[in-house]
Nanobody, 124 residues
Framework: QVQLVESGGGLVQAGGSLRLSCAAS????????VGWFRQAPGKEREFVAA????????DYADSVKGRSTISRDNAKNTVYLQMNSLKPGDTAVYYC?????????????????WGQGTQVTVSS
């Protein structure tokens, strides 16, 4: 079992940066791939980024590629999402999720554990 808690969201102006954190509890976290997803009002939850269990393989959605970096510190049981050059279109609730397996995936259904989410609002 893995429990996840997101933090770091907030209100930022367009062009600004935020670093989201996903703190995990559970002995299997260090062997689990972790992903970030987001959901804007009236839209489906969508993939943002993912990192494999060891941190040496990452995937990004085209919408954030080049502006975001996902990383992890297994000693701290934490995964980070650094987001730069934020746009109003990035406004959403951001969720982290963990798989039971070590490889990355962009599919929501491949993730077994989910956090409660953190709100990111980008003003123009």
């Amino acid at each position: 079992q893995v429990q996840l808690v997101e933090s770091g969201g907030g209100l930022v102006q367009a062009g600004g940066s935020l670093r989201l954190s996903c703190a995990a509890s559970g002995r299997t976290f260090s062997t689990s791939a972790v992903g970030w997803f987001r959901q804007a009002p009236g839209k489906e939850r969508e993939f943002v980024a993912a990192i494999n269990w060891s941190g040496d393989s990452t995937d990004y959605a085209d919408s954030v590629k080049g502006r975001s970096t996902i990383s992890r510190d297994n000693a701290k049981n934490t995964v980070y999402l650094q987001m730069n050059s934020l746009k109003p279109g990035d406004t959403a609730v951001y969720y982290c999720a963990a798989r039971r397996y070590g490889g990355t995936s962009y599919r929501r259904t491949d993730y077994a554990y989910w956090g409660q989410g953190t709100q990111v609002t980008v003003s123009s």
